[in-house]
């Protein structure tokens, strides 16, 4: 069953405007969670993480936003680069140990 | 980069054939991890490292087994493998700003025919 979802498989966006990219999840013990970036035929780059202690986290043009009590978080890339095509995983994890990943969505931007 | 070499890069094997797939770190991570990548399931743990000898399983761990008997090296194993564990698998270690990132490999492309 799983336990971190990503229901909208694939995103298109204009360039300079907002993506956002949603991930749920159902297990309460999750304690930290992340997103990642792939691009095809490389391995996953670690983007932001957020801890459940917080509820917004940024870096640069990356904000990931936690709702604890809706059991979800968001991605927001702005302003949307070509560059930033790509496929995006969410990923979750409770007292670090194992993490448990979406199924991705697929993020393209439009010049 | 985090010092994560994956080999083979691509292999192509028969049903029943055992396959040995590598993981070389350089960073003297503790954690090291297995996934496969495949459309429609993202990303999903085989099995887990935290240290020398000590490993656990993951949620798709059947099939599969591994070893560590020195820090830097994660082997998965396929003792006999089926066309069901064609796949795409990333190697993962943990580091970085905080001990929860993962850093990952190029990955395996793994077709078994």
């Known amino acids: 069953d799983q336990q971190v979802k990503q229901n909208s498989p694939s995103l298109s966006v204009q360039e300079g405007r907002i993506s956002i990219l949603n991930c749920d999840y159902t297990n309460s013990m999750f304690d930290y969670f992340l997103w990642y970036k792939k691009y095809p035929a490389e391995g996953p780059t670690f983007l932001i993480s957020?801890?459940?202690?917080?509820d917004k986290n940024e870096d640069g043009r990356f904000t990931v936003f936690l709702n604890k009590s809706a059991k979800h978080l968001s991605l927001h890339i702005v302003p949307s680069q070509p560059g930033d095509s790509a496929v995006y995983f969410c990923a979750a994890s409770a007292f670090g140990n194992q993490f448990y990943f979406g199924t991705g969505t697929s993020l393209t931007v439009i010049p | 980069d985090a010092g994560i070499t994956q080999s083979p890069r691509h292999k192509v094997t028969e049903t029943g054939t055992p396959v040995t797939l590598r993981c070389h770190q350089t960073?003297?991570?503790?954690?090291m991890y297995w996934y496969r990548q495949d459309p429609g399931h993202g990303l999903r743990l085989i099995h887990y490292s935290y240290g020398v000898k000590d490993t656990d399983k993951g949620e798709v761990s059947d099939g599969y087994s591994v070893s560590r008997s020195k820090t830097e090296d994660f082997l998965l194993t396929l003792e006999s493998a089926t066309s069901s564990q064609t796949s795409v698998y990333f190697c993962a270690i943990n580091g970085g700003r905080s001990y929860n990132e993962q850093f990952f490999g190029p990955g395996t492309r793994l077709t078994v025919l």
């Open positions: 960073e003297n991570h503790r954690y």
């Open positions: 957020i801890s459940s202690i917080k």
